[in-house]
């Protein structure tokens, strides 16, 4: 058994670096595009995103205080995952920066939005997939003490799907093609995937 490095969150992790998001880790990168009810398209990244049901799919962001893309989402029921590749990268991490209520990600970005068809919120036209969700619930977290914490769980199902056909290889989805990457350790930490390898599930 291997020395370990033990703690009590409460206590502190005594380490340069909290380690919880590089244990966490690799992480897909929720790219979601929303739009206000008066109209106004928001994108922002969100590095706690993940499927989280497959019938129907369904997919989940977790949203760090009352931002523009939780109060989107709540008033009119819909947001996009756009698919963050190395390509785009650059770009995503542009839609980070933030920006007086009202103002553009997408412009900032020079990123072209493209529409979709089940939703209002556009999608980003370069983007190799995303996927088109209805808003299921949104849950504020507690804590184990019954306090209220300041984060949000967005559940979305997946309504609608579109695929850059150039990414599909004998029918699947090959996210090496598409170059998509994920979020890692700490604030600059990001990984591509260039590889993969199989192993198929054991028979009962």
Sequence with gaps: MPETHFYEVAAGHRLPHDPFKAIVAPRPIGWISTVSVNGRVNLAPYSFFNGVCDRPPMVMFSSSGRKDTLRNVQETGEF?????????????????????????????????????????????????????????????????????????????????????????????????????????????????TSSLFQMPRPRP
């Design 80 to 192: 996009v995952c756009n698919l963050a590749t190395r390509r785009l990268a650059e770009a995503m991490n542009e839609t980070c920066r933030p920006l007086p209520h009202g103002e553009s990600e997408m412009e900032l970005a020079n990123l072209e939005s493209a529409p979709c068809r089940l939703v209002k919120p556009p999608r980003v036209a370069a983007s190799p997939a995303a996927m088109e969700c209805k808003l299921v619930q949104v849950l504020q977290l507690p804590t184990i003490e019954g306090s209220m914490t300041e984060s949000f769980v967005v559940i979305g199902q997946v309504v609608a799907v579109h695929i850059a056909t150039m990414c599909l290889r004998d029918g699947l989805f090959d996210m090496t093609l598409a170059g998509t990457i994920a979020r890692c350790g700490y604030a600059a930490d990001y990984q591509e």
